[in-house]
């Protein structure tokens, strides 16, 4: 008696947690669905701001909707940073560090390259945030199936599991692929997040795809033996 207690309490809690992380899965794919349009757009408007930059003795003047930035150099590996006529102090004003970022890259690229590289980027930032998206729609999958149905080993989980491992695997490499290309290419350092911890995830969601798998062999075999007798 205590035991099917505690089986159906187990079974309970499993169905609780599958329907959360459904839900936070959900939302996550969601979220990121609704920031790629932003990154599409920036695509557009960066080529804009870019084309609308002029450098004349190593100053920069940049206009866009109205704003004008001008930044000039003063001398002792300081510049002068004007918005709308404004001076900005570098104290006081947390744009001076972009703007100052932007001058030095400006003086170090073509407009040519800053907008090839740029936009280079935005498509493997957006590449990489789809491989998320990809992760997170096998994972809901898998867990709304796991809430629903009356076992979690099915073949349909399975491979969503596999599916998963394998979005996660082209969820590392694309980071060190771009790292390389830029370092190649264009001389620019990117930094990305890569750690044993992330390789133990990967291994982790295959080795549950192949215990789903295994568990799915037993009970049909079992369902078959049950037949036969």
């Not at 300081?78 to 100052?100: C, L, Q, T």
């Not at 890259?105 to 930032?125: P, R, V």
């Not at 399975?158 to 969820?171: E, F, N, Q, S």
């Not at 830029?182 to 911890?197: H, K, L, M, P």
């Amino acid at each position: 008696m205590s035991k099917k207690i505690f089986e159906e309490k187990d079974k309970s809690m499993l169905k609780g947690l599958s329907k959360f992380i459904y839900v936070i899965a959900t939302i996550g794919k969601v979220c990121i669905y609704i920031a790629i349009p932003f990154l599409i757009l920036t695509m557009i408007i960066l080529p804009i701001i870019f084309n609308n930059t002029k450098v004349v003795n190593n100053n920069i003047v940049f206009t866009y909707r109205g704003d004008t930035v001008e930044m000039n150099d003063v001398g002792n590996n300081k510049i002068e940073i004007r918005h709308n006529g404004k001076i900005i102090d570098e104290d006081d004003h947390e744009d001076y560090k972009v703007f100052k970022k932007y001058r030095n890259t400006l003086n170090k690229y073509s407009k040519k390259e800053l907008i090839g590289y740029t936009e280079a980027g935005l498509i493997l930032l957006i590449s990489y945030l789809y491989l998320i998206i990809l992760v997170l729609k096998h994972l809901a999958k898998l867990f709304k199936n796991i809430n629903e149905e009356s076992t979690p080993f099915t073949l349909e989980n399975v491979d969503h599991m596999t599916k998963m491992g394998k979005y996660m695997i082209a969820v590392i490499l694309l980071p060190i692929i771009a790292s390389i290309l830029y370092s190649a290419f264009a001389d620019i350092d990117i930094n990305f997040d890569f750690g044993f911890v992330s390789v133990m995830e990967i291994l982790f969601v295959l080795a549950m795809s192949m215990i789903f798998k295994y568990g799915y062999s037993i009970e049909n075999s079992s369902k078959n033996k049950s037949k036969d007798e």
